[in-house]
């Protein structure tokens, strides 16, 4: 099932960049591998386990097969090469030149498999100052800008607290391999596709956060940044994100909340007046919406069409009503280990549906 069907992919990376954008492939149809030394990969260690298994691992791994192999060792290249000999994509991610040294660089894949599509993350990319350095996501967000955006009114910078560019990285190599595999569907030939976290966070930040630094040439003054009014709002019990671009939503959202006469303010006509004036519009709004209820308000919110939810709490997101309508949630059977809740493949496909109920994680020993 699923769009990539009959596409065979080898999965030599580990934690998160590269294992998730393999995870995607698998969820839409690829037979992927996954390779780990008798250790495993770090991430069956990082959060919440049952024996071999963290939740962390299942989320990124599941739907692959696995396949334990000494990468130093005759005996476990070899197990290697049989899978690379029959497949589409390897995805890796070790640092730029340890592929090469344990002779699973690009050269040395592409020399026996031309037409493959091999994958190469990084942190930083395969050439420059810091391309040898070590890289999390904390220390991307940090270099690509993420915690300057992050800033609050202090001017601190701080981390978005999750881990964002691993994340997209995985996305990016996942829609960039699928490209590459397009590419040799018209021309018949594999190539080698290099990802590096840092350009991918920088990428990712740019349109919003970097809007003061586009223009070039005679720039024009500057605006707001969005970090500045990015907040959410306290309600007698809870908290909500509220807001809108649009007049027409700015109007729904003062009657929704009782400040109708706010929407005929002229320090609040459009967008950027209210952005140039967003400390008065909240010092006016704040008293409004403390006077509400969570869930009242975020009724409200919708019965007056304006842009308006409710902050869930991790539980609450479980049995949040659109997410069980949508059939966010699958539960996947994974034997000894019992049942591991996750996301359903975000992607719709009308002609090549993906497996509502993916397979689990490989386990790294026989449980």
């Given at each position: ?243 809108g671009l649009q007049q027409v939503e700015f ?117």
């Open positions: 099932m699923g769009p990539l069907k009959g596409v065979r992919v080898v999965d030599m990376s580990q934690v998160i960049s590269g294992p998730f954008a393999a995870t995607w492939l698998a969820d839409q149809g690829a037979d992927v591998v996954k390779v780990e030394d008798v250790k495993g990969d770090p991430a069956r260690t990082i959060g919440p386990r049952k024996d071999d298994m963290s939740a962390m691992f299942f989320s990124v791994n599941r739907g692959k097969r696995g396949l334990i192999a000494d990468l130093k060792s005759d005996e476990g290249k070899a197990k290697v090469w049989a899978e690379i000999e029959q497949a589409d994509v390897l995805v890796q991610n070790f640092r730029p030149g340890v592929a090469d040294r344990l002779g699973f660089g690009y050269e040395a894949v592409s020399a026996r498999r031309p037409q493959i599509v091999y994958c190469s993350i990084s942190g930083f990319g395969s050439s420059g100052p810091r391309s040898e350095l070590r890289a999390y996501d904390a220390i991307v967000q940090a270099v690509a800008g993420f915690a300057a955006c992050q800033a609050g009114a202090s001017g601190e910078p701080e981390l978005v607290r999750s881990y964002v560019c691993d994340k997209v990285t995985a996305l990016t190599a996942a829609q960039a391999i699928t490209a590459a595999l397009f590419a040799r569907e018209r021309n018949g030939k594999g190539q080698h596709v290099e990802v590096a976290m840092f350009d991918t966070a920088l990428a990712f930040i740019w349109p919003e956060g970097m809007w003061n630094h586009a223009f070039m040439d005679e720039p024009p003054p500057p605006s707001p940044e969005v970090s500045a009014g990015y907040r959410l709002w306290q309600t007698r019990d809870g908290y909500m994100s509220i807001g109007r729904n959202m003062c009657r929704a909340l009782g400040a109708d006469g706010l929407a005929d303010d002229p320090r609040f006509a459009n967008v950027a007046l209210r952005m140039a004036n967003r400390n008065v519009l909240r010092e006016l709004l704040e008293e409004k919406v403390r006077g509400w209820g969570t869930a009242e308000l975020d009724a409200r919110m919708a019965e007056e069409d304006a842009p308006g939810a409710r902050v869930n709490s991790r539980e609450a997101l479980l049995n949040d009503p659109q997410a069980l309508h949508n059939g966010s949630y699958v539960a996947i059977d994974a034997g000894d280990l019992g049942h591991v809740r996750g996301p359903r493949h975000p992607a719709r496909f009308s002609s090549t549906p993906v497996s509502p109920r993916p397979h689990p994680a490989p386990r790294l020993k026989k449980g």
